[in-house]
Nanobody, 124 residues
Framework: QVHLAESGGESVRTGGSLSLSCVDSGRTFNRHVMAWFRQAPGKEREFVAAITWSGDFAYYADSVKGRFTISRDNAKSTAYLRMNSLGPEDTAVYFC?????????????????WGQGTQVTVSS
């Protein structure tokens, strides 16, 4: 079973940086693709980034490529999202998700487990 809990969301100024964490309290973390999604007010949830089981490959949405970095530490059952050069358009609730599939995917339906989300607010 997978139980995900995000942390690290807060309010930052435009141009700032933030790191999010997602801890899995289950025992199969290293056999799941991990991903981050986000949902801005009044918008649908969208894919941000995903990383393979081993962490050797990551896939990003175009909107965050070059600014965000996804990583994982299987020994700590934790996935991370490092966010740089933040702008108001990055304001959203950020969710981590886990998939038992082997390939990274950007579609919500491929992820079986979700955290509750953590709020990131970027103001000018």
């Amino acid at each position: 079973q997978v139980h995900l809990a995000e942390s690290g969301g807060e309010s930052v100024r435009t141009g700032g940086s933030l790191s999010l964490s997602c801890v899995d309290s289950g025992r199969t973390f290293n056999r799941h693709v991990m991903a981050w999604f986000r949902q801005a007010p009044g918008k649908e949830r969208e894919f941000v980034a995903a990383i393979t089981w081993s962490g050797d490959f990551a896939y990003y949405a175009d909107s965050v490529k070059g600014r965000f970095t996804i990583s994982r530490d299987n020994a700590k059952s934790t996935a991370y999202l490092r966010m740089n050069s933040l702008g108001p358009e990055d304001t959203a609730v950020y969710f981590c998700a886990a998939s038992p599939r082997f390939t990274v995917e950007k579609f919500e339906k491929t992820y079986d487990y979700w955290g509750q989300g953590t709020q990131v607010t970027v103001s000018s």
